[in-house]
């Protein structure tokens, strides 16, 4: 699909509509896109980024019936993933007198992916510009985001900043702006960038800062997953509050259970602590996707874990879903740890450490023997109230 975005300049979207995992990890209930950009100048043409392996010969296609591949001046590489070059090598092969730009870690990785030769490679730096003739390209250096070598290029004469995975969604769609595709593109960006972005929180809040420094602002921002933003208020303001915003007074609780006894816990420490005004999500986790509960911690405030004791431990599920949320980095600072155990505990003491070497502070737990009679729902019921009343003194005058 290819769609004009702004004069001269043209998404080629290569739409993925039946993909429904990414990095074999991301649930994709919408599919996902792989977006390329080619940009049109009075004097020269620049393709920005290209496309995942299985889509080279429809990458070609979609720009060959746009310009010569002869004819291509550059190929812009944002980030080196390879969802966004895997088509880099036939770029190269069929538009011979294309210079790839591209920073300086990124050298090195386009060299260690697909062995590009030097004398193809230009580096550019922060601040650095081609001149397409009446356009030009300016490239903005944005480590992190996803990868270290990851840069945005802007076209100041359009006001159109191609952002990569920054501020993307996975979603396939024909229509060519986020505000027509609807309702689902900020809850796909959210989970997006729950488990692309959060982790990289800093510099995140440093690529917005140099955003809001762009002269002029832009007018559209054209991620390379999901539709581009022509109301780039709508995402910068969600982006802004994901990345540095206030976090909610919401309790994510997170369990699993075996025989229903952490089942029951986490019913009572979920009813008691939004009695006191928090909002509470509650996900279990035989079946929750875990890149929901990873969305949940984006601006929640708490994290409370619950799991029997399994040979010693946590349940795997519980074990799995910490892991992640370890390395997410979710900005939360607050957990508790529950569960029952048979004949052996050892399940919340192993969460607080999780959680502790998660960056969180437990300030509660309980476990319980066997199944939970009156006296441990009542302490199940205290610890959801302690939850929620840290949650609103920690909240309290954001
Ligand atoms: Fe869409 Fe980090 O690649």
Redesign the pocket.
Known sequence: MQKQVAPGITRIGLQAWDERVFDALIALPYGTS?NAYLVQGGEKTALIDTARMGFETELLGQVSALTPLAELDYLVMN?A????TSAIPQVLAAAPRARLLLTQPGRAAVQALYQVEDDRITVVKEGDTVDLGGKSLRFVDAPFL??PE?MFTYCPEEAVLFS??FM?SHIAADLPFADQVGGIVLPEAKRYYAQ?MMPFARPAARAMDKIAALDPKPRLIAP??GPPHRRPEVILQAYEQWVRGPLLPKIVVAYISMWSSTATLAQEVADAASAEGVEVIPRNLQVADLSHVACDLVDASALVVGSPTVLGGPHPAVAQAMTLIKAIRPRLKLAAAFGSYGWSGGAVKAIGDMAKAAGMETVDTLEVKGRPHEADLAAARALGRRVAQAVLSATKGQ
């Open positions: 792989y980030h993933e390879p969802d966004h996803h990868w990851t990569c995975d993307g692309i390379s997953h």
